[in-house]
């Protein structure tokens, strides 16, 4: 497996602080369950078909078992959790890509804010990966990101502006059947 046990925290001010999880940081396991009950809350609002038994094994599983594999990421002000991101690999036609699942903050003027700190430890990360790629001489590489929102595209590229420019966007829609 990929060997990426970094630690990367990024101080944004005293009080703010984003934190990538990391089960081999045993002060991670104490904000794992406020990150995964954000999760569930956010998916129970915004999607509502997905088994949240099946969503929580997964997200478990992806840092238990694969943690190099699992971007998560926790922001907190002093000790309370206002913003949350969960990311990991996904593999499209035969090429990983890093699929933005969920990305949430109670406090929307701190996403401005935060933005160049997600996409550098996010940049990091990636850049992690690829290297963990190239020395185990696999062609493969992350080459683009892809991030679900359930707000309209235009807002989000608003937070993006002069970090990262998306090359394309488009609109997933669910039907029951």
């Known amino acids: ?3 990426l046990a970094q630690k990367l925290k990024v101080e944004v001010e005293p009080a703010l602080k984003i934190v990538r999880l990391d089960p081999q940081d045993p002060d991670h396991w104490a904000l794992y369950p406020e990150f995964e009950k954000r999760v569930v809350e956010f ?4 999607s509502p078909e997905i088994p949240i038994d099946r969503l929580i094994m997964k ?3 992806r840092w238990t078992v694969t943690p190099e594999l699992a971007f998560y990421v926790l922001v907190t002000k002093g000790i309370q959790p206002i913003c949350h991101l969960a990311a990991w690999l996904e593999e499209g036609w035969a090429d990983p890509f890093v699929l933005i699942y969920e990305a949430k903050a109670d406090i929307h003027e701190t996403v401005r804010e935060l933005m160049p700190m997600y996409v550098q430890i996010l940049q990091t990360w990636i850049g992690g990966v690829n290297a963990a790629l190239e020395t185990r001489n696999l062609p ?6 892809e991030f679900w929102a359930e707000a309209d595209a235009e807002v989000w590229k608003r937070y993006f502006k002069g970090i990262v420019e998306p090359y394309t966007t488009r609109s997933v829609m669910r039907f029951k059947v």
Do not use: A, P
């Open 59 to 61: 997200l478990r599983q």
């Open 140 to 145: 493969q590489r992350v080459r683009y990101v």
């Open 1 to 3: 497996m990929l060997k």
């Open 43 to 46: 998916t129970k609002e915004h």
